[in-house]
């Protein structure tokens, strides 16, 4: 059995160290749920010593914090990719959700995670502030790119703020029901469907 490593003081190993253990806990969350979850579990399954972890992370609950941000992160950088390389001058806006719904990774995993960290959030209401600055983060990448994807194709966003709540929920709800049939087309279409209606709600035409 290969021996447990220690955390390095090179900042670029501790970054390393850092993603590692929260790459390692985002599968032990979504395996055994949070209430189940220790801090040997994740430092097992990185191959680290509570030394390296505890040198990151102050406790199990921000790590687990650490994670759902992570995987926002990772959303927004799909989501930019795939306007960096289809966005154009009069773009079909309703193509590049389809491609964006569909590059964005909708699994069973990031559910159980999601739905646990609302199940904490809603126990524990310190960590609300946390939650909202986690949010407004996520909007303030998220709303900048969609209304560039809009003014391309022609339309203005009229109420910014309501259309990154509305986004983000139609985005959670319709993902839920996809990982319960992760087979079916029709749910897949209607997603996309949501998507761009809820876009159409909240922009106009630019005169």
Known sequence: MTAALQQTDDPKGR??????????????????????????????????????????????????????????????????KVVDTYTVQGADYGKLIEMAVRAIPVNERWQRVNADFVALCTRTPELNQTVRDAQQMLLANMIPTVMHVLEAAGRRVTAPEALGYALLAVHEGTASYCVIDPTSETLKQNRIDLLTATLNMYSEPIA
């Open 15 to 80: 970054a390393k160290t850092r993603r590692r253990l929260i790459r390692a806990a985002y599968m032990v969350f979504a395996q055994h749920g949070y209430g189940s979850t220790t801090v040997k579990m994740v430092c097992e399954a990185a191959g680290f010593t509570r030394g390296a972890f505890y040198s990151n992370f102050t406790s199990l609950e921000e790590l687990f914090i650490e994670v759902w941000r992570f995987h926002v992160q990772w959303i927004m950088d799909i989501m930019a």
